[in-house]
């Protein structure tokens, strides 16, 4: 009898930790995200180990990222430029050593590297020295980088997570392409969805509801990469042969198969919303002479207004959060978007497509890592807000 | 009698819409089976890739598949169930409960790429797992949580509270009438729920690629230390893949087909499980 008792209580402590192991395991992944990539913020975007070096009388102490890559790719080619003196600017870094200074210059065993790259740096006012720190002399003046903040993050406008010496971390155009992709799915699939949904609710009769309503739940059950292969094989040529357009991977070509993707969500909850509308209140609009179309709009809607809401959000949440499909057809490129059709890259897409070849640690895991932590802040927010106005 | 003209005319333009939307959804589904059909064989499901993957079957990532569905419905399924019964028969209606929801259905809301990044920073990572079968069941194990104490707690939502009064009534205890009297009567509830979240892991893609999926394998492993091949993964890998098209294309038609059959399997399973209960 008492041993029965154990049991039980045993069994029902066991089903209370369970209970809380959902909200330990969501506070856990945020904490997992953030701490993975809050690493990025302590560090600055020259590669780990490198120091950036200039003449005694450059008068430019500071440089962003995006100054230091214009310098190396050659956009900017005088100091004064980016707030110096008016002297133009070379660059110098280990592979133009060789061609400097001759071996013997350097000694045997390269003893008189450092010595000579000081030399070199201090006898021309307008070098730009890029060098692992450990050449670099003390007494040169060197350049500061700022430190990574996510305000930076947030206003940068180029992604070269990987770009040497200093890494681009710009991430407005993978948000911002994630917002456009998502706007055009919405734009589709939510007149689409609610026709689908009243004809479902207050239309058509209950068998040919029932067929439809089970094929559009198979259809929310196909996984999201058979919808990317579908758009890859004919949403993209499509796109590229109606507009005459170069490429077909294109951001129509990921808001088209978003919409469908968003579609069976969208028609279901917003069905449920508006079948939930009484009865009685329907009666009462058509005993009024209302017709059923006016029944439909000025009763059935605004009843299931809340509900329908709450699906379109939690429609937007799917198409945002969605993968595979997206990094298979919308071309992936790091620019912000300025049509549908143009390639764009999304979030979900960035964090898929280049997780596989940072490595743990870099710059570029822990950016991954902030973007992976923006992702899941924006889904939180939609689904708090889909929530709120469930319950209303 | 112009707002009934305005009524029929909108009513079959909406079917209309309809029509179109159920007819380019089904589309889809033709499509994929239409072109993956004649790339169907014993060996496309028996054999190994060959050939630098141009050739061959898709076994080792069935067998993946099926592995990692295994792996984390056995993981997923215990906690899930119990945590839907803590919801709907044990929580009070207080402040907990209320953010215990609200979890539960963010948790459902998370992409599931966040999960892949999460997989990657704790299993794999953090605990040192490496890319592995186990990292990657556990990974997908999380994602379906959400599904399964979902369904379990509307399960048990639908059962009428007068059975419960009545066994109390009867001087059970309350553990005993949970599990003797709600949980088996929401049981065909439970299970076609289960099943849904089975057709759910085996579609996942996002959260295997760096938690367990490998590029190729010639043979099957059954360890939870390494890594194994899986079908959605390996679909993407054929569909992205430039070389040779036509051969790639069609391996991967195949390979969409087999998964998608699987969800379609579940898909029947569910109806069946529910016409079994129901007689």
């Known amino acids: 009898m008492t041993f029965q008792k154990v049991k039980e209580k045993l069994i029902e402590s066991i089903i209370y930790c369970s209970g809380t192991f959902t909200t330990l395991l969501v506070i856990f992944i945020i904490v997992f995200l953030f701490k993975e990539g809050s690493g990025l913020f302590n560090k600055k975007p020259v590669e780990e180990g490198y120091a950036l070096a200039v003449n005694r009388f450059n008068r430019v102490s500071k440089l962003t990222p995006a100054q230091i890559k214009g310098i190396i790719e050659g956009d900017i080619t005088n100091w004064s430029q980016v707030g110096g003196n008016y002297d133009s600017i070379y660059t110098f870094n280990l592979s133009d050593v060789e061609s400097k200074f001759t071996q013997e210059e350097l000694g045997d065993e390269f003893e008189h590297l450092n010595e000579k790259i000081a030399e070199y740096i201090e006898s021309n006012t307008g070098v730009f020295a890029f060098f692992p720190e450990k050449y670099l002399d003390s007494s040169l003046t060197q350049i500061e980088v700022d430190k990574i903040t996510l305000s930076s993050m947030l206003k940068g406008k180029e992604w070269y997570p990987t770009a040497n010496p200093a890494a681009q971390l710009g991430v407005l155009p993978i948000i911002l392409g994630s917002l456009w992709v998502t706007f055009g799915a919405i734009l589709l699939a939510l007149p689409l969805g609610l026709i689908v949904a009243i004809y479902l609710a207050e239309i058509c009769g209950d068998n040919l509801k029932n067929i439809i309503k089970s094929v559009i739940e198979l259809l929310a059950g196909i996984p999201s990469v058979v919808y990317g292969f579908f758009g890859l094989v004919i949403i993209v040529p499509l796109v590229q042969q109606t507009f005459n357009l170069p490429v077909g991977e294109t951001a129509l070509s990921g808001s088209i198969l978003l919409a469908l993707i968003s579609l069976p969500t969208i028609i279901s909850l917003s069905e449920d919303a508006i079948s939930s509308t009484p009865q009685d209140l329907k009666n009462a609009s058509l005993a009024l002479g209302a017709n059923k179309l006016q029944t439909i709009f000025r009763v059935s809607l605004p009843y299931a207004s809340s509900g329908i809401i709450s699906a379109s959000i939690l429609g937007v949440g799917r198409a945002f959060g969605e993968t595979m499909a997206v990094l298979m057809v919308t071309g992936n490129a790091a620019i912000i978007p300025s049509g549908f059709f143009e390639p764009v890259r999304t979030i979900t897409a960035t964090i898929a497509a280049e997780l596989g070849e940072a490595a743990s640690g870099s710059i570029h895991y822990e950016a991954l890592f902030i973007l992976g932590a923006i992702l899941f802040v924006f889904t939180f927010c939609i689904n708090l807000i889909a929530e709120f106005f469930s319950h209303k | ?279």
């Not at chain 2, 009524?7 to 994929?32: D, M, P, Q, R, Y």
């Not at chain 2, 190729?216 to 230390?225: A, G, P, R, V």
């Not at chain 2, 993964?233 to 098209?245: F, K, N, P, R």
């Open chain 2, 1 to 279: 009698m112009n707002k009934n003209l305005k009524e029929k005319l909108i009513f079959s333009l909406f079917g209309a819409v309809t029509a179109l939307v159920v007819l380019v959804t089904v589309a889809i589904l033709v499509f994929i089976i239409f072109r993956g059909i004649g790339q169907i064989s014993w060996d496309f499901i028996s054999k190994a890739p060959e050939n630098g993957m141009m050739e061959g079957g898709i076994f080792p990532a069935i067998m993946g598949t099926l592995l990692l569905i295994t792996g984390s419905c056995v993981l997923a399924f215990p906690i899930g169930v119990l945590s839907g019964i803590f919801m709907n028969e044990y929580a009070h209606e207080n402040a907990f409960k209320r953010i215990v929801t609200m979890m539960t259905s963010n948790l459902a809301g998370i992409p599931s790429i966040v999960f892949g990044l999460f997989g990657l920073a704790l299993f794999v990572n953090f605990f040192k797992m490496g890319v592995s079968l186990m990292a990657g069941c556990c990974t997908l194990a999380i994602l379906v949580l959400p599904v399964i104490i979902r369904t379990t707690e509307e399960a048990l939502k639908q059962i009428d509270d007068t059975y419960r009064f009545s066994g109390y009534a009867l001087g059970t205890s309350k553990f005993k009438t949970v599990f003797g009297i709600i949980l088996p009567m929401a049981m065909p509830n439970i299970i076609t729920g289960l099943i849904l979240s089975i057709g759910r892991v085996a579609g996942e893609t996002a959260p295997i690629i760096f938690t367990v999926a490998a590029y190729y394998l010639s043979e099957i492993s059954f360890s939870l230390q390494s890594p194994v091949m899986a079908l959605p993964y390996h679909l993407y890998v054929m569909a992205t893949s430039g070389i040779d098209l036509e051969k790639s294309r069609s391996i991967a038609f195949g390979t969409a087909l087999i998964l998608m059959s699987i969800v379609l399997i579940m898909n029947l399973l569910v109806g069946g499980v529910k016409r079994f209960y129901s007689k």
